[in-house]
């Protein structure tokens, strides 16, 4: 989480400016997929913001510009993790 506030705070940001998150869901180690989306998960319930999940072989380049771009073509996934409910 440090990591995620260092980038922000060099960026001039800070949480309360995030309207959206976009979270990687591979490829990838599953180990790393899993940790990511559970940290954007939750900063995403904390802050009460828009969360989407979006694949590596959707994007041509880098930057915020090609996220717009999938994500009007809908290749974004809003459902990331499903909880599982035992009874």
Do not use: C, W
Not at 7 to 29: A, M
Not at 32 to 48: D, L, M, Q
């Amino acid at each position: 989480m440090i990591l995620i506030l260092n980038f922000l705070k060099e960026h001039d940001s800070n949480l309360d400016k995030i309207s959206e998150i976009f979270v990687n869901q591979g490829p990838g180690k599953i180990s790393s997929i899993r940790n990511s989306i559970a940290i954007a998960k939750g900063i995403a319930f904390a802050k009460n913001i828009d969360l989407y999940g979006f694949l590596s072989e959707h994007l041509t380049e880098k930057g915020i510009d090609q996220l717009v771009k999938i994500d009007k073509k809908n290749f974004t996934n809003i459902n990331l993790i499903k909880p599982l409910y035992s009874s």
